[in-house]
């Protein structure tokens, strides 16, 4: 009799897990769930648009008031965390968080939904996010029948702002540093990026990291990654790497986690900002007692609380 049992060919735990049939099977991540016109907690609307055939985003737009109805609000462009291979901005984790950080900082979020790993292996994601931000650029120019309505009634094209949550920071980081070198729709430039609990890895240890060298997410999600964990999309402090001069915004929020692997290279990042002669403003925000994506997993917490102030103060 013939067994049901698949094969499997390589795994990523406790991310996922790919059988020699080509199916992946994800172990872990949040329900999708659909947009709200008005979030009954938040009074937030949000609505999910087609960017391209293979980008999409959720938008999220704060409850409107009379003293905020005809004022224009800073737009965030956000990518959400998942090692490159798991979640999605239309999962239930990062839309309760959205709704929360549109509501409170009063921003206009693009939250983008790019395409993962291993189905669509690295530099996709990083494509696929700078073709978004593109998009988004493009509604500060006329013409073009292809736009958003909201962006354009409600987006402040003087005031946009970048981030996300450790490999969507790193994507942050990345477009930062793309957009420091190639122009945006319209001349629009980047007022911030937010880097919250960054991916970045090496193959030499920083500061107090007792350990570095291979990176298995790493290796899973960019197979032909040019020097490997060397890559400066990986490490920006690699030999050869470009200079974090180039990066092509006027502040940034860097965010680590006192528990957080991370932590380490958040750190040295913001130290080589500082040093590398750069002409932007950068802070540097510890969440005391928090590890990897606790503000997410938990956002009404008050270490989440205190990082959207922090952020609603970075976006003004």
């Known amino acids: 009799m013939a067994s049901n049992t698949k094969e499997v060919a390589t795994e990523l735990l406790p991310l996922l897990r790919v059988y020699t049939d080509g199916t992946i099977e994800r172990l872990i991540g949040s329900p999708l769930v659909p947009p709200s016109l008005s979030d009954p907690a938040t009074g937030v609307s949000s609505k999910d648009i087609s960017i391209s055939l293979d980008v999409s985003a959720r938008v999220y737009l704060p409850k409107l008031t009379p003293d905020t ?16 291979c798991v979640e999605s901005a239309f999962s239930t984790l990062h839309h309760r968080y959205i709704n929360l950080l549109a509501s409170r900082a009063k921003v206009l979020v693009v939250s983008v ?23 988004i650029s493009s509604h500060s120019t006329e013409g073009n029948n292809d736009k958003d309505p909201w962006l354009i009634d409600y987006g402040d094209f003087d005031k946009v702002y970048i981030g996300g949550d450790t490999t969507g920071a790193n994507i942050a980081h990345n477009l930062a540093m793309r957009g420091g070198n190639e122009p945006l729709h319209g001349g629009v430039k980047l007022r911030g990026a937010f880097l919250c609990q960054p991916f970045f890895w090496g193959s030499k240890p920083i ?15 960019y197979p032909s990654a040019p020097d ?13 790497a470009p200079s974090l001069a180039g990066l092509g915004c006027s502040k940034l929020l860097v965010c680590v986690g006192e528990n957080d692997v991370a932590k380490e290279r958040g750190i040295h990042y913001c130290d080589v ?12 925000y510890e969440m005391q007692g928090t590890s ?6 938990d956002p009404h917490s008050e270490i989440a609380k205190s990082l959207m102030s922090r952020l609603a103060n970075f976006f003004r």
């Open 69 to 84: 109805n005809q004022q224009k609000l800073p737009i965030f462009v956000y990518f959400h965390g998942g090692g490159f």
């Open 113 to 135: 939904e790019f395409r993962l790993a291993p189905e669509y292996l690295l530099p996709t994601a990083y494509e696929d996010s700078w073709a978004a931000l593109q998009w």
């Open 273 to 284: 900002v500082r040093e590398c002669g750069w002409g932007g403003e950068v802070e540097l």
């Open 292 to 297: 990897h994506g606790s503000h997410i997993l």
């Open 207 to 221: 500061r107090s990291e007792s350990s570095s060298g291979r990176c298995r997410l790493w290796e899973f999600a």
């Open 228 to 240: 490997g964990v060397d890559n400066p999309m990986i490490n920006p402090f690699a030999t050869g």
